[in-house]
T-cell receptor, first 115, second 113 residues
Framework: DAGITQSPRHKVTETGTPVTLRCHQT?????MYWYRQDPGHGLRLIHY???????DKGEVSDGYSVSRSKTEDFLLTLESATSSQTSVYFC??????????????FGEGSWLTVV | QQQVKQSPQSLIVQKGGISIINCAYE??????FPWYQQFPGKGPALLIA?????SEKKEGRFTISFNKSAKQFSLHIMDSQPGDSATYFC????????????FGKGTMLLVSP
């Protein structure tokens, strides 16, 4: 358990509406990530953050924005949801692994359906 | 673009058999190679990981074999059990885990009783 909480866990929304997914961590990790998972594509990075107010784009960032005003919270916003954004969204953090160095741990996911 | 190619897409193995999943990468800057296991409705969970200074790492029934010159690594699940049925993802990153992960597309493993 990496202390990651995602909310909401499930959401159905209409095309064109804004949606915000929240990721909350309890262990003060610096790096946080948002991935989406789709059949046939695996996990793809949307945005990531390396500190408060420090964010960068990933592989599939179009249509998404992020914000990190506090270490513990990383928000993913779909400004105007489209059906192509129907997906499972995973938040992740970078933390020490069982050996040396760091690895990435995932939350439980947020299932988003855009109708 | 950085890529990690994973095969096969799906795999059926009999209980007690060996499951083998292969991955290949292109970026020689990658220095950390984790494998994740994902059950339906759950997030991916770190299973085992390796760094390129060793050719093999074993944890219980799970072994990673790493071939640096070929830029390939594989996951072996010995004595496969029905409870191992899940989707497995290989991944790679550089900078010892502080960079972003690049994932393979996943392998759905089914271990038949």
């Amino acid at each position: 358990d990496a202390g990651i909480t995602q909310s909401p866990r499930h959401k159905v929304t209409e095309t064109g509406t804004p949606v915000t997914l929240r990721c909350h961590q309890t262990e003060n990790h610096r790096y946080m990530y948002w991935y989406r998972q789709d059949p046939g594509h695996g996990l793809r990075l949307i945005h990531y953050s390396y500190g408060v107010k420090d964010t960068d784009k990933g592989e599939v960032s179009d249509g998404y924005s992020v914000s990190r005003s506090k270490t513990e919270d990383f928000l993913l916003t779909l400004e105007s949801a489209t059906s192509s954004q129907t997906s499972v969204y995973f938040c992740a953090i970078s933390a020490p692994d069982r050996g040396r160095g760091n690895t990435i741990y995932f939350g439980e996911g947020s299932w988003l359906t855009v109708v | 673009q950085q890529q990690v190619k994973q095969s096969p897409q799906s795999l059926i193995v009999q209980k007690g058999g060996i499951s083998i999943i292969n991955c290949a990468y292109e970026n020689t800057a990658f220095d950390y190679f984790p494998w994740y296991q994902q059950f339906p409705g759950k997030g991916p969970a770190l299973l085992i990981a390796i760094r390129p200074d060793v050719s093999e790492k074993k944890e219980g029934r799970f072994t990673i074999s790493f071939n640096k010159s070929a830029k390939q690594f594989s996951l072996h699940i010995m004595d496969s059990q029905p409870g191992d049925s899940a989707t497995y993802f290989c991944a790679a990153t550089s900078n010892s885990g502080y960079s972003t992960l690049t994932f393979g597309k996943g392998t759905m493993l089914l271990v038949s009783p």
